[in-house]
């Protein structure tokens, strides 16, 4: 292949593509259960209960500083299944691919999201490439499906919730949207704010062990404030949150500050939100705080028994009802 | 949920995301494994082992004579699953929309969708969306995962095919191809010439009986031609066809020949290419020839033991090689 840019052809089923896959994709992919020569491969699967979910991602910038569309589109898949009480075992993967995207980049990209399948225990064992033409994609969207296994026999869920219950966040928020949102914007700001985008596999393998553990879920897009949200729509009961027990970067705080957002409802890719317990809470919280990930962790509100009201009690003592995001046209973050 | 075309909104994670949801995915493709308030579901698998596949789908027009996006991105999973000897079982579902996509025309096409899968068998289990900014994408991109169950304990693949063995082919080839081209330019050419994509689980269910079946695989992109170019590359043996054998409608014909495109190159969505033993090949054109989709199947060439050549023999007796497939940037056919 002695191109280096991405041509219709490499979308047409023929010899480009087939070494497009072999050379790119296999090259970084490539493992026992890859056969890019079948339609549908056979898996083993320990038991008959498998656990399913999938995620596409669009995030621009493709690169940022803490990570890659490449990772993201792992670390998003494998964290769906984390907080879900199981571990990855298998993942496909689809490609969209824009006329005249660079191969080097390419490249790189999926190199990145091999190495994140690597860490995270995950093999890439089906997949699929479209090239779409000059100005109708994004440069690269990616889509990931993954089987994992259930790790606990647990069945976490809202449904678990009742009111008393405290909730936690494994660390600070809004890391990711803020690191995107920079890297994009020509905003003048530079600063060393990272993606919090990485496996949470390590935080959930940990919380399975707390007695009275209810429900865990990544606050990706929309953040911490949708996941609240949610919680509230499903449970039927209210939420509130301490400001001041909310783990926020001075940097993103003044980034937010300046451009008009509230860090609360920008994403993070590697942030766990647990309820637990009131009398688990404090064991959940050290469980996290023994993680590196998870040194920033806080119990940061209650489950209350009122009708569907997201609350943020301020730092100066009042209360302020929390807003579901409406129609803003938040930044591409995932 | 009050608007008519999408947003930017619609993909922020907040309560316009949660409505397009509700009211068009969810609405057509409810099952109870569909739970869109979880980040993984659970799925109980007969047996220890499954089949996995996944597809892409950016065909333009979005909808044309014979089909749409919608039930293509069901049929082409299925029918990957289907070759394979598996039916489907599960699948999940990824959709990117542009900024400013018709809300009517999204509900028609999950619709289609949704009635594919019925009629498939399979139930859609997971989903995700993302909304991409106008001039970003193509309407819509689909992606779906396919998860299947082996129908017979037959292993089928490329490794069993012989020298010797008969290739057939299920019903007339370009008919795909050629219909969403005609829907897609301004040719100024009419006629009624319709896709063939539909699912071919009755196509291999019933070749599944057949002892000396090899091998099976949809003719998708790069067509006819392009299984054989994968059969030779894979096995080392060469392809002989006789022109005279395959089936090709005359309409689909004389398109091509007027816009110089050859039907044996173009994508085909609901045909199946099988591979079986000389002594088998008029039990399974007969079984084929039994079924409503089966009726033109017919028998066009044989492996052949000379190395990796796909010769056409024309109906004047002479011979072709049929190359692979270049730089011709085909149409967005899948």
């Given at each position: 292949m002695d191109d280096t840019h991405i041509s219709l052809a490499?979308?047409?089923?023929?010899?480009?593509?087939?070494?497009?896959?072999?050379?790119?994709?296999?090259?970084?992919?490539?493992?026992?259960?890859?056969?890019?020569n079948t339609d549908a491969v056979t898996l083993t699967?320990?038991?008959?209960?498998?656990?399913?979910?999938?995620?596409?991602?669009?995030?621009?910038?493709?690169?940022f500083p803490g990570g890659d569309i490449g990772s993201l589109a792992v670390h998003g898949t494998v964290n769906d299944l984390a907080v879900s009480g199981a571990e990855p075992l298998y993942l496909s993967l689809n490609a969209f691919i824009e006329e005249g995207f660079e191969l080097a980049l390419l490249d790189r990209l999926i190199h990145s999201l091999a190495e994140a399948a690597k860490e995270s225990g995950a093999r890439i064992v089906a997949g699929d490439t479209k090239v779409v033409?000059?100005?109708?994609?994004?440069?690269?969207?990616?889509?990931?499906?993954g089987i994992g296994r259930r790790l606990s026999p647990l069945k976490l869920g809202m449904?678990?919730?009742?009111?008393g219950d405290a909730i936690l966040v494994s660390g600070s928020v809004g890391d990711h949207g803020t690191a995107v949102m920079l890297a994009r914007e020509?905003?003048?700001?530079?600063?060393?704010?990272?993606?919090?985008?990485?496996?949470?596999?390590?935080?959930?393998?940990?919380?399975?062990?707390?007695?009275g553990l209810r429900f865990m879920r990544d606050p990706t897009r929309g953040g911490l404030a949708t996941v609240m949200h949610e919680i509230s729509h499903a449970t039927g009961f209210g939420v509130r949150l301490e400001q001041s027990s909310i783990p926020i970067k001075d940097p993103v705080q003044?980034?937010?500050?300046?451009?008009?957002?509230?860090?609360?409802?920008?994403?993070?890719?590697?942030?766990?939100?647990?309820?637990?317990?009131?009398?688990a809470a404090e064991q959940a919280l050290e469980y996290w705080r023994q993680k590196a990930d998870g040194k920033d962790a806080a119990i940061i509100g209650r489950v209350e028994d009122t009708h569907q009201h997201v609350v943020l009690?301020?730092?100066?003592?009042?209360?302020?009802?929390?807003?579901?995001?409406?129609?803003?046209?938040?930044?591409?973050?995932?």
């Open positions: 490499h979308g047409n089923g023929g010899r480009f593509m087939r070494e497009l896959i072999r050379e790119i994709f296999q090259h970084h992919l490539g493992n026992p259960d890859l056969d890019i699967i320990p038991g008959s209960e498998i656990m399913f979910t999938t995620d596409g991602f669009s995030v621009q910038p493709l690169e033409p000059r100005g109708h994609g994004g440069g690269l969207y990616l889509a990931t499906t449904e678990n919730i009742e009111p020509a905003f003048g700001l530079h600063g060393d704010i990272r993606s919090d985008a990485t496996s949470v596999l390590p935080l959930t393998r940990c919380l399975l062990d707390v007695d003044s980034v937010c500050d300046m451009l008009g957002y509230d860090p609360l409802f920008l994403a993070c890719e590697g942030r766990v939100v647990a309820v637990v317990a009131e009398t009690v301020t730092e100066l003592g009042g209360e302020r009802i929390l807003e579901e995001l409406e129609d803003e046209p938040l930044p591409r973050i995932c």
